[in-house]
């Protein structure tokens, strides 16, 4: 069954980048929904449901850390597996994101095979 | 910070983005000190804050020309002109790049956080520093032309602020 995503990030370019490189890895993809931060991302998972979540963290609006802590206190998303694909490398948003239930965590840049390493121990 | 060593922070930042994200191989043309941060006259500036224990702005610029190439490269597509989807991936390069260094100093500076990407575009730019805190300017061989990272990084209380006149066209990425 094919897997339904949602990317969450304020650079249309890496959101871009990043349904390309869904299409290179094995794993069956279905649709993939955007938002540029976490506020839309919030709203059109009322809509759309989805089976995973790429999200930044730096963004405008609700930042990705935000986004996560929203998600996972929601009875009907706390389950979706987010990673965090990001900029911000130090170790304190790193543990913070942890602790919120990030399934993983990668820094940018990244190329095709860190992320289906990632995905692949995440679902 | 002494010069060399945010030099070496640049390099490593930039070099990498550049391989991974967009498959380019740069290599340094030239590493100057600035007192005065003088941008392009022309082109694209995008800006990244950083605020923390130390704090000041890092800068990616380069012209139309290469700004369309970069993108290109970055998102497997041609761009004969500027457009918000080349704005867009030079400010997450420069995200990336400040990104990075910020990164890899916070063990010896502290803590520091990151602005969201700002991206000037237009003609007759004037990129000026507020103080007299050395900037350290690397410029890189990408292709055809030349992509230029300014970094000034300061403790807390000496950090200024860059300023921006006369753009035609912004936008934020």
Redesign the interface.
């Given at each position: 069954m094919a897997l339904d995503v949602m990317i969450v990030d304020d650079s249309a370019a890496i959101r871009k980048i990043l349904q390309r490189v869904l299409l290179q890895i094995d794993i069956p993809i279905g649709k993939v929904y955007e938002a540029g931060d976490g506020a839309q991302a919030m709203e059109q998972l009322k809509v759309n449901k989805v089976g995973l979540i790429l999200s930044d963290i730096n963004m405008p609006v609700m930042d990705g850390l935000q986004f996560l802590s929203e998600l996972k206190a929601a009875p009907d998303y706390k389950h979706v597996p987010v990673i965090m694909i990001t900029t911000e490398g130090a170790q304190a948003k790193v543990l913070e994101a942890v602790n919120l239930g990030a399934a993983g965590y990668l820094r940018k840049p990244f190329n095709a095979e860190q992320i289906k390493d990632k995905l692949a121990g995440v679902l | 910070m002494e010069p060399k060593k945010a030099a070496e922070q640049i390099v490593e930042a930039t070099t990498?983005?550049l391989s991974?994200?967009l498959g380019i191989e740069a290599s340094v043309r030239e590493t100057v000190l600035e007192t005065r941060a003088q941008g392009p006259s022309e082109g694209v500036v995008a800006l990244v804050g950083v605020a923390g224990a130390w704090a000041g702005t890092g800068t990616v610029s380069c012209s139309p020309k290469e700004a369309c190439w970069l993108?290109g490269q970055?998102?497997?597509a041609e761009f004969d002109e500027m457009n918000?989807?080349v704005l867009?991936?030079i400010?997450?390069i420069a995200?990336?790049v400040i990104?990075?260094i910020k990164?890899n100093l916070?063990d010896e500076l502290g803590?520091?956080a990151?602005s969201?990407p700002t991206v000037v575009s237009g003609e007759h730019l004037s990129t000026r520093s507020l103080s007299k805190q050395t900037w350290t300017v690397v410029k890189f061989d990408c292709g055809n032309g030349t992509m230029t990272v300014h970094v000034m990084l300061a403790p807390s209380q000496q950090a200024p602020a860059l300023t921006h006149r006369r753009p035609q066209e912004t936008a934020a990425?």
């Open positions: - | 990498g983005v991974m994200m993108a970055m998102l497997g918000d989807e867009d991936a400010g997450e995200n990336m990104g990075n990164t916070e803590p520091m990151l969201i990425a």
